[in-house]
């Protein structure tokens, strides 16, 4: 069973950077794809970003293209979301998910076997 744990949250003024990790324990995630996904109070859990299970192929939200860059290091067995010129829009708790398809092109919740608890990310004027 792959637990996921997310780290790197925090207060971060407009404009400004994030480097969110996702540490994976209790197995490997070499042949997992994995994602972030964001939710907002009150809103749906969303989809950020996918990685494959080699990390050559990623997928964006468009809301996030060009400021958001996934990545990961399965010797580390760690995936990272490097968040720049962040917007208030992008206030969320944000979740690290694996998939047992390493394709990474999965983009529903329901596709995704493990979950992290999250990290709040707060964008603040």
């Known amino acids: 069973q792959v637990q996921l744990v997310e780290s790197g949250g925090g207060l971060v003024q407009i404009g400004g950077s994030l480097r969110l990790s996702c540490a994976a324990s209790g197995g490997t995630i070499d042949n997992y794809g994995m994602a972030w996904f964001r939710q907002s109070p009150g809103k749906e859990r969303d989809f950020v970003a996918t990685?494959?299970?080699?990390?050559?192929?990623?997928f964006y939200a468009d809301s996030v293209k060009g400021r958001f860059t996934i990545s990961r290091d399965n010797a580390e067995n760690t995936v990272w979301l490097q968040m720049n010129n962040l917007k208030p829009e992008d206030t969320a708790v944000y979740y690290c998910a694996a998939n047992k398809d390493y394709s990474g092109t999965a983009k529903l919740l329901r596709q995704y076997d493990y979950w992290g608890r999250g990290t709040q990310v707060t964008v603040s004027s």
């Open positions: 990685i494959n299970w080699s990390g050559g192929a990623h």
